[in-house]
């Protein structure tokens, strides 16, 4: 019992970085046409994150993160999905039943989700105005919106 509840803190955590990482740059292609940068964010807080079809927390975790996008994008927030399925079409069919607003990205080959060496699906990674990255969450429970608001406005503060 307590190797299964040491798994799960380690699927379900949030690490604070303490020395600003640089965001590591990439572009992708998106469901709402133009490829996006992430380079070309700067000045934006944005929060990446990495899901697949197949995971049930990742599904759950889509409306949640639909309506954070909505209540600060005024404010120079921008929720980025990136998509890991090796198939579009997965993802897809996926946002076909759960339509969120925020640009989906497609990562097929897995490469950016490499570049942040995301382990666990969903995993969100925080990134400030000045492109650092500043705050990991892995997994997701019910509840984890509550630290996801603090984080995103400490970053919209600065």
Sequence with gaps: MLR???????????INISAAERSKDFTLAS???AN??????????IMLNFWASWCGPCRQEMPLLDQLHERYSAA???VWGVNVDAHR???EKLLGKIPVNFPILFDSSSDVSKMYGIEA???TVFIDRDGNVRHIHKGYRDGDEAAYKKIIKELIRE
């Design 76 to 78: 120079g927030f921008q």
């Design 36 to 45: 996006l940068r992430l380079a070309e964010q700067r000045g934006e807080v």
């Design 31 to 33: 469901n709402q046409g």
């Design 121 to 123: 699906m969903p995993s």
């Design 89 to 91: 079409s997965d993802a």
């Design 4 to 14: 299964i509840a040491a798994i799960f803190v380690l699927l379900v955590s949030s």
